[in-house]
């Protein structure tokens, strides 16, 4: 079935280290994003991909890096400069029809905590 | 002030009872989604909404544009519809693709 894979479930950083995570699609949708949840907040975006190669900041984007090599692949790397990487991690996909809106599809999260 | 409010923050009901949560807006928006976060954080999306109202098995949402108001109705609620229920909007300008989120409500329904 097609859908979004989000690497690891769990993951676990030392303070001062940096932490990738996976995000993988085989919905063959162009658009890729990344999403933080704190509790009693909305999601927030931290960057979004609208073409291999082409990516944005979003709202948070201090701390985190990302690249878009492949159109299924979106990784997000929490980087040491990230002074409060505890969260939720969700990552999503969607088509770009030009004029027309469309759903975000969502993998199932990657929940970070500094030991 | 939150660009999207939801309310309530937290419901509880029993099952079989009629359930509406709201979302308003402040600004202009091209569509609103509701989605559906279940207890392990996965997210699924209900609905897309540009007017009027769309309906899904026991699922109904509705918009009121010129009031920037929508709302998510479950009729005969069941203990497994128990869940984080988000509401986010699209904004008219900028990205095509950005969402801008509620910060959900959660919703218990009891046997």
Redesign the interface.
Same mark, same amino acid.
């Given at each position: 079935d097609g859908g979004i894979t989000q690497s690891p479930k769990y993951l676990f950083r030392k303070e001062g280290q940096n932490v990738t995570l996976s995000c993988e699609q085989n919905l063959n949708h162009d658009?890729m994003?990344w999403y933080r949840q704190d509790p009693? +907040?909305?999601? @927030?975006?931290i960057y979004?991909s +609208?073409i291999v190669n082409d990516f944005?900041k979003?709202d948070i984007a201090e701390g985190y890096s990302v690249s878009r090599e492949k159109k299924e692949s979106f990784p997000l790397t929490v980087t040491s400069a990230q002074k409060n990487p505890t969260a !939720?991690y969700?990552c999503?996909s969607?088509t770009?029809l @030009?004029g027309s809106?469309?759903?975000?599809? !969502?993998?199932?999260?990657t929940?970070l905590s500094i030991l | 002030k939150n660009e999207v409010e939801q309310s309530p923050q937290n419901l509880t009901a029993q099952e079989g009872e009629f359930i509406t949560i709201n979302c308003s807006y402040s600004v202009g928006i091209s569509a609103l989604h509701w989605l559906q976060q279940h207890p392990g954080g996965g997210i699924v999306s209900l609905f897309m909404l540009s007017s009027g109202k769309k309906k899904h098995g026991r699922l109904i949402a509705t918009i009121n544009i010129q009031e920037k108001h929508s709302s998510l109705h479950i009729t005969a609620s069941h203990p497994r519809d128990s869940a984080v229920y988000i509401c986010a909007v699209r904004l008219n300008t900028g990205t095509a693709s950005k969402l801008t989120f509620g910060t959900g409500t959660r919703l218990q329904v009891t046997l």
């Open positions: 658009a994003y009693g +907040q909305g999601l @927030r975006l979004y +609208q944005q979003g !939720f969700l999503a969607s770009i @030009r809106n469309q759903p975000q599809h !969502f993998g199932d999260g929940r | -």
